[in-house]
Nanobody
Framework: QLVESGGGLVQAGGSLRLSCAAS????????MGWFRQAPGKEREFVAD????????YYADSVKGRFTIARNDTKNTMYLQMNSLKPEDTAVYYC?????????????????WGQGTQVTVSS
């Protein structure tokens, strides 16, 4: 089970750090990532990170502002979000990829967290 935390309300230009922890299995077995879903919109890819943590990939909309990282000794993944904009407002979901795959498409995702709300006020 994947459990997100760290969401909240922040003003535009502010920062938040999301965490994703796993209770029942080692995250080191998975490429991990984040998706988000804004009201009235489809769920969209945000970022992902390789098994070793050495490779990361970002959606153009967050590149240069968000940083994904993982700490397998703590069985936790993170999303540092800086320079937040109102359009970043969404529910953010932690994801784990299917065997051998990056969680970059919904079809390639093995597991989802329950989501955490991020609201950015203007």
């Amino acid at each position: 089970q994947l459990v997100e935390s760290g969401g909240g309300l922040v003003q535009a230009g502010g920062s938040l750090r999301l965490s994703c922890a796993a209770s029942a299995r080692p995250l080191s077995r998975y490429a991990m990532g984040w998706f988000r879903q804004a009201p009235g919109k489809e769920r969209e890819f945000v970022a992902d990170i390789s098994w070793s943590g050495g490779t990361t990939y970002y959606a153009d909309s967050v590149k240069g502002r968000f940083t994904i990282a993982r700490n397998d000794t703590k069985n936790t993944m993170y999303l540092q979000m800086n320079s937040l904009k109102p359009e970043d407002t969404a529910v953010y979901y932690c994801t784990a990829g299917r065997s051998g795959l990056f969680p970059r498409r919904i079809a390639d995702i093995d597991s989802w967290g329950q989501g955490t709300q991020v609201t950015v006020s203007s």
